[in-house]
């Protein structure tokens, strides 16, 4: 490696590493990678995933609220409270998910 850097120019860097404007290559994504379908219809799934799981906290969070008030069981209306909250939690990352994805990848150069 020393020879090839010395015969390119006397410097310690080969001359396929060193580019004349010094930037680095940052080639644009597209769809055509292999696989891309299959990542695409998986993260539907996850979306219709999310909402479902969403609904259900809701549900499941309402139902025990209910129950555990009206059945003076407030153990287990305190339950109820933190499945209305992860309901709510998931239903508001569900409802972000494409926003908080685009603005990643604009970040990130894409």
């Known amino acids: 490696m020393l ?16 580019r004349a404007d010094g930037a680095i290559p940052n080639p644009p994504a597209d769809g ?3 696989g891309a379908a299959l990542v695409a219809q998986v993260l539907g799934w996850l979306k219709w ?3 479902a799981a969403a609904i259900a906290g809701l549900l499941i969070g ?3 609220t ?13 339950a109820g409270r933190k ?8 239903a508001i990352l569900s409802g972000l998910a ?5 603005t990643l990848y604009a970040a990130t150069g894409g």
């Open 49 to 51: 995933g999310g909402l």
């Open 62 to 64: 309402a139902i025990t």
């Open 66 to 78: 209910g129950v555990g008030h009206f059945g003076s069981n407030y153990g287990a209306s305190a």
């Open 98 to 102: 494409w926003t908080i994805a685009t």
């Open 3 to 18: 020879v090839l850097a010395l015969v390119s120019g006397g410097s310690l860097w080969p001359a396929e590493v060193a």
């Open 83 to 90: 499945w209305l909250l992860g309901g709510m939690g998931a």
């Open 32 to 34: 055509s990678a292999p």
